[in-house]
T-cell receptor, first 119, second 111 residues
Framework: EPEVTQTPSHQVTQMGQEVILRCVPI?????FYWYRQILGQKVEFLVS????????KSEIFDDQFSVERPDGSNFTLKIRSTKLEDSAMYFC?????????????????FGPGTRLTVL | ELKVEQNPLFLSMQEGKNYTIYCNYS?????LYWYRQDPGKSLESLFV?????AVKQEGRLMASLDTKARLSTLHITAAVHDLSATYFC???????????FGGGTRLMVKP
């Protein structure tokens, strides 16, 4: 069964450093998302991406964050200058369509996550 | 601002018992999802509910939606240990397929 994959599974970085989190969405999916989950807290939406553009972004997704689809398979989240409070599990998700087609094709499938630890 | 609240936050139950998890949300929603998350793992889609009165069942789990009350329930029948996980509801209000999650219900089923 197709699945979303993410690398690395765990990333440790120093405060102020740049990190890039990588995701490979399901191959026929057109919509891509990033969410984060701070330890013990709820899952929070960061950004959605379609047709090489950001569709929606939350207040969390400020100027230090960026997303990119550098090729036909990868979807990346870059954090330019990490802060301690960026420590969290980051989930990538993908869906075939983006909310207008129907429940089955709009369902978001999540990757295993990247645990980011900022020291 | 959309708020999604789940209760209880933590549920410990014996195998064979029944229980219900509640998910309240504060604004009109296009659809409501239930996800399961095992410790250290990703979120697995369980159900998507679209319309008022929608009911879906898979094994020992049954989800329902009351859009007038802005309430969804996830009912567990005759719980087994394998159901131990954290369950999240998530609401899509139709803005770019952006999901707003509840705080999660951590379910522990004891033998």
């Amino acid at each position: 069964e197709p699945e979303v994959t993410q690398t690395p599974s765990h990333q440790v970085t120093q405060m102020g450093q740049e990190v890039i989190l990588r995701c490979v969405p399901i191959s026929n999916h057109l919509y891509f998302y990033w969410y984060r989950q701070i330890l013990g807290q709820k899952v929070e939406f960061l950004v959605s991406f379609y047709n090489n553009e950001i569709s929606e972004k939350s207040e969390i997704f400020d100027d230090q964050f960026s997303v990119e689809r550098p090729d036909g398979s990868n979807f990346t989240l870059k954090i330019r200058s990490t802060k301690l409070e960026d420590s969290a599990m980051y989930f990538c998700a993908s869906s075939e369509f983006g909310g207008l087609a129907g429940p089955d094709t709009d369902t978001q499938y999540f990757g295993p996550g990247t645990r980011l630890t900022v020291l | 601002e959309l708020k999604v609240e789940q209760n209880p936050l933590f549920l410990s139950m014996q195998e064979g018992k029944n229980y219900t998890i509640y998910c309240n949300y504060s604004t009109t929603s296009d659809r409501l999802y239930w996800y399961r998350q095992d410790p250290g793992k990703s979120l697995e889609s369980l159900f998507v509910l679209l319309s008022n009165g929608a009911v879906k069942q898979e094994g020992r789990l049954m989800a329902s939606l009351d859009t007038k009350a802005r309430l969804s329930t996830l009912h567990i029948t005759a719980a087994v240990h394998d159901l131990s996980a954290t369950y999240f509801c998530a609401v899509d209000i139709g803005a770019g397929n952006m999901l707003t999650f509840g705080g999660g219900t951590r379910l522990m089923v004891k033998p």
